[in-house]
């Protein structure tokens, strides 16, 4: 009896600590993580609200890569919406290189024909603007509507494709994980039938 108790005890205390382990992490995930610059820009639009929940969110913009042949080389060119030049990458041989990239390839022993070569022309970052812009959001009839102040529709877009463009996203990365772990698995097992083999042919030579 004695011996039940104690064991009824343990997991009473287990779950405790298991309850407060889960709320300091819950705290540490939204208030603690948060930056004191960014609590602070909150507090200045809602200086009485109670911050709640908070996540990190990478930025991001619409933006098309455009594969290509210059003269039969390969080159890939990512171009923004508004014709913003971001990135072009190509590959150049290694006598095209600049000295200076050559003596450091040549310190680090690397012997290669070709090089990729990116040249970056834009890089995203937040620009303040001179005054707030504010528009509205409604979903009518399957479609998301978005509407400036002044009641100028600025977008419609079908709710369908705006969540199956969402939910490619998460199932394309969904796809890469299980393609890895899959390859992961057959490389084991490959390597698995590779020594089984090895060692048959040494009890046939014996």
């Not at 929940?53 to 990512?78: F, H, M, Q, R």
């Not at 890089?123 to 102040?149: H, Q, S």
């Amino acid at each position: 009896m004695v011996r039940k108790n104690w064991i009824l005890i343990g997991c009473v205390v287990a779950v405790a600590v298991l309850v407060c382990a889960v709320t300091y992490a819950e705290k540490s995930e939204t208030k603690d993580a948060l930056p004191s610059a960014v609590q602070s820009a909150v507090k200045a639009l809602f200086s009485k609200a109670v911050i709640e929940t908070s996540k990190k969110e990478e930025a991001s913009i619409s933006a098309y890569e455009v594969e290509l042949k210059d003269n039969g080389k390969a080159a890939s060119v990512n171009v923004g919406e508004d014709g913003t030049v971001i990135e072009v990458e190509t590959t150049v041989d290694m006598n095209a290189l600049p000295d200076a990239v050559k003596k450091t390839l040549k310190a680090q022993d690397v012997n290669v024909p070709t090089v990729d070569k990116a040249v970056t022309y834009a890089e995203l970052k937040l620009v303040k603007l001179n005054a707030p812009v504010t528009t509205y959001e409604v979903t009518k009839d399957g479609k998301e509507i978005k509407i400036a102040a002044d009641g100028k529709i600025l977008k419609q877009e079908a709710v369908e494709k705006v969540e199956k463009d969402e939910k490619g996203g998460k199932e394309e990365k969904k796809c890469d994980k299980e393609k890895d772990e899959k390859g992961g698995k057959e490389e084991k097992k490959g390597g698995k039938e590779k020594d089984e083999d090895e060692k048959n042919e040494e009890h046939e030579h014996k």
